[in-house]
């Protein structure tokens, strides 16, 4: 993909308030942030400049390797548990999708440590897990035997073809998801499918907005950023699908978190305890209350 080209028109979009999910003119912004009228995505806003051009580059040093290392190291440390339960939790999702008996490839698409691969095998045997990562670095070494890994600079001219593509908290980092899609669409076999779990915006956000805009902004801190570049809704995931040629065959909205709730408080920047603890209840009580995520299955 021509990325330079392509954040040539997120300039344009900026600079005209378009929704570079849906094309809508219809923007209001908040903070670092703007929602779409059209299509209800909020997005970090002014665009940003897309970071893929920055890991299509050659060398890297030991103590970058090293760096990168206890990064990836030090997530899953945090989130093992959780990430252990919510790839079982997508790869069964998926399971009328894929047959036991037959040896699939699959690739995990922003795959990060690798674990993703652990929980697939041991689910299915007969799989084949690839992955790809923008920082290719971040594969932990303990999972890499797992795993046959595709540079990032050299996934889209690579030939491989997949029966299913896994991309775990992935949709909601990517400057370009569109072309993303249909550069995927392309890596696919016959009937191959993609499965995407990604944030997306609930109750939480109006009525913080409505009752407090200081909380309204920490909630959005933490939760919309240069990283995480934009927060779905459901029609701005089915628009973005349909307009990458996909149709979508299975959609939920559920409850999922893959770190504990002192995370999420920090990254808001709360303090105040009575805050805090408010925030902790909610996130425990978060299956009954809240659907932050979505889960679909797209052909």
Known sequence: MDYQKMFSSLRKY???????????TDITRFAHTAKCL????????????????????????????????????????????????????????????????????????????????????????KSNCTIVDMIDIRLLEIYAPMNNQIKFADFENNTKKFDFIFMNDVFEHLTFPLETLEL??????????????????????PITKFFSKRIHTKLLKGTVDSDHQQIWSTKSFYTICHKAGFSVMRFKRLSEYTQPPEFYLDNMGITNPILRLFGKTFFYLSPLISRNKIMAVIE
Not at 14 to 24: L, P, Q, R, V, W
Not at 184 to 205: A, E
Request: net charge negative; glycine share 10%; charged share 20%.
């Open 38 to 125: 059209n299509c209800n995505v909020l997005v970090n806003f002014p665009y940003v400049e897309p970071r893929e051009i920055d890991y299509l580059q050659g060398q890297i040093s030991s103590s970058e390797y090293s760096d990168a290392q206890k990064i990836s190291l030090s997530w899953h440390i945090e989130s093992g548990a959780n990430n252990h339960h919510n790839f079982t939790r997508m790869v069964c999702f998926c399971e009328d999708y894929i047959s036991r008996d037959n040896e699939i490839e699959t690739l995990d698409y922003g795959g990060g440590g690798g674990q993703f691969a652990l929980v697939l095998n041991s689910l299915y045997p």
């Open 14 to 24: 900026n600079k005209e308030k378009i929704c570079k999910i849906c094309g809508g």
């Open 184 to 205: 995927l669409r392309g890596k696919l076999k016959p009937n191959g499918k993609i499965f995407i779990d990604t944030p997306c915006t609930f109750w939480l956000y």
